[in-house]
């Protein structure tokens, strides 16, 4: 099927925002979106301005008036697993843009990010089936009593501004959720990753989904269409994933109107390997929480603790890991680590590699960019690296890096594990590894984060409240929870 976006490495596309059910073009101002694995350009993409993004609300505020406004939860769940269908009846096409967007190797994103956004199409089609309200019976002086009853009612036109490094996933996250709820969406993607969200316009018209009930601007944050997307009045909420700093700034243009926020922010999260653990399964959590994505995941582990009788097998073991992934081509099976997504990104990460050495670090493995053949030569790559011997006070061990790399720290009891994990601003995720389900259970109650993982990292259970505690976000997306940030409660009182 001929599509609006790039799925060829050899091509250059001309990307459209995506506006009242229609693409739109623009001559103006387009910047270039590169294929982070070869650095060659692969999209063309306009940047959104105020008139645009303007346009893109106007046009998601009309159709809380059409027929999507109309429609029954009956109908609008019907049509969410449209969606579900044609991502996965489009997977190649899905796929193939999501690995030339972010270089992740092909296989990681046919395994997670291209299945879970049709995942979150579906989950969120049966959540709004069983939403339910409170009800009240009051007692007056009368004898009478009274009925309360609260409804609850769409928010109206959410923001939703998205990062790079899960794309597809991240988005739909929340754009499904919020559609199952009535609101509609004016979604800003990543300026990193602009494909996958345009594609899903293509396949919103085919699932029946009316016009300006899903609108996609580009561009970039401050300065540009993030802000002006954020700061516009006709905006009723706004749900973010990204940096915290950029969480900080977007919360700060909520505040004019008052508008609620919901944010998924940052991480330095913690692995807690104690000497009881099962080493065969903790190596395999722990490499995919450190390594998977090249590192750029939120939820994955930078801090490594290990109880001190096994730091020594444990180090050898994961340096071992670490050494046997395959950076190369997205597209080839054997490749089990890409790049990084940018330049930018991958001069930041290395600039953490050389404060770790500067600050004294052991380097177990890793610590540059690896050799590669052309075209892979001018990619983003960079080693999966690991260090020993870094003091908790060091940038390295207290800053998000965001790359493939942790460092290792020792320690000889429960109590002190749980206190180096918890001395963070930051509160996403924990994995604690052991086979003592007391201690299990002890841990998971004192460290200070939104979601812990024993014996586990990253297994999903879309119904359960996902977020972050201290400076990892506010409130919670995932089943239920999501639905009370894109639903307003309104109580409605019945004298008898
Ligand atoms: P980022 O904050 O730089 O950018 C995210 C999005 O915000 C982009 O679309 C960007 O254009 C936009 N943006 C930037 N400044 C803006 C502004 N002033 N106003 C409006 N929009 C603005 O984050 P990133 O580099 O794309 O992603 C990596 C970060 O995301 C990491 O910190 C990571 O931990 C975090 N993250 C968190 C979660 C979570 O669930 N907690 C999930 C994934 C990523
Ligand atoms: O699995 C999810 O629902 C989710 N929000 C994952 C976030 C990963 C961060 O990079």
Redesign the pocket.
């Given at each position: 099927m001929a599509t609006a976006v790039n799925t060829r490495a050899d091509k250059v596309a001309h990307l459209s925002h995506f506006i009242d059910g229609r693409f739109v073009p623009t001559a103006r101002s387009h910047f270039e979106n590169r294929n982070p694995a070869t650095g060659a350009i692969v999209n063309l993409v306009p940047e959104a301005d105020p008139a645009v993004v303007d346009d893109a609300v106007k046009a998601a505020k009309r159709a809380l008036k059409g027929p999507w406004g109309k429609m029954s939860e009956q109908q609008r769940s019907a049509i969410l697993r449209k969606v579900a269908d044609g991502i996965m009846a489009r997977f190649d096409d899905f796929l193939a843009a999501e690995v030339l967007d972010t270089g992740k190797p092909k296989s990681l994103a046919a395994h997670i990010d291209i299945p879970r956004g049709a995942a979150n199409f579906n989950i969120f089609a049966d959540q709004v089936l069983t939403l339910s309200t409170e009800t009240f019976r009051t007692a007056t002086p009368d004898g009478a009593g009274a009925l309360n009853y609260a409804i609850r009612v769409p928010r109206g036109v959410i923001g939703v501004?998205?990062?790079?490094?899960?794309p597809l996933l991240?988005l739909t996250w929340k754009v499904a959720p919020a559609l199952a709820c009535g609101n509609t969406v004016v979604v800003?993607?990543?300026?990193?990753t602009p494909t996958t969200a345009t594609l899903l316009g293509e396949v919103m018209n085919e699932a029946g989904v009316p016009p300006g009930v899903y609108n996609v601007v580009h561009?970039?944050?401050?300065d540009?269409s993030?802000?002006y997307?954020?700061r516009h009045p006709g905006v009723d909420g706004i749900t973010?994933?990204?940096?915290?700093?950029?969480?900080t700034?977007?919360m700060r243009?909520a505040a004019d109107g008052v508008r609620p926020v919901s944010l998924?922010?940052?991480?330095k999260n913690a692995s807690l390997v104690f000497a009881d653990c099962d080493l065969d399964k903790t190596i395999e959590g722990v490499t995919r929480a450190v390594f998977a994505n090249c590192g750029?995941?939120?939820?994955g582990t930078e801090r490594v603790y290990v109880q001190r009788p096994i730091l020594a097998a444990f180090t050898q073991r994961l340096k071992a890991a670490a050494e046997r992934l395959q950076p190369g081509n997205p597209f080839d099976t054997a490749t089990t680590i890409g790049p990084l997504i940018s330049q930018a990104?991958r001069d930041k990460v290395l600039s953490y590699y050389a404060r770790a050495k500067a600050d004294g670090a052991e380097i177990v493995t890793g610590g540059g960019i690896p050799a590669l053949p052309s075209p892979y030569s001018s990619g983003f790559f960079i080693a999966p690296t690991i260090w020993t011997g870094l003091a908790e006070t060091s940038a390295v061990m207290r800053e998000?890096i965001?790359g493939p790399c942790c460092s290792i720290v020792p320690f000889d009891d429960e109590d002190a594990a749980i206190a180096l994990a918890n001395d963070s601003p930051y509160g996403?995720a924990t994995a604690i590894w052991t086979e003592n389900l007391a201690r299990a259970h002890r841990v998971a109650a004192q460290v200070e984060v939104g979601i812990t993982w024993v014996n586990a990292w990253f297994l999903r259970d879309l119904r359960t409240p996902?977020?972050?505690s201290k400076q990892?976000?506010i409130g919670r997306e995932g089943g239920v929870h999501s639905m009370e940030f894109y639903t307003e409660l309104r109580n409605v009182c019945i004298k008898l």
């Open positions: 501004i998205c990062p790079w490094n899960l991240l800003k993607p990543s300026e990193e561009g970039f944050g401050g540009s993030g802000e997307l954020t973010f994933t990204g940096e915290t700093g950029t969480g700034a977007i243009a998924e922010l940052g991480g750029q995941v939120c939820l990104h998000e965001f996403l996902f977020g972050g990892s976000g």
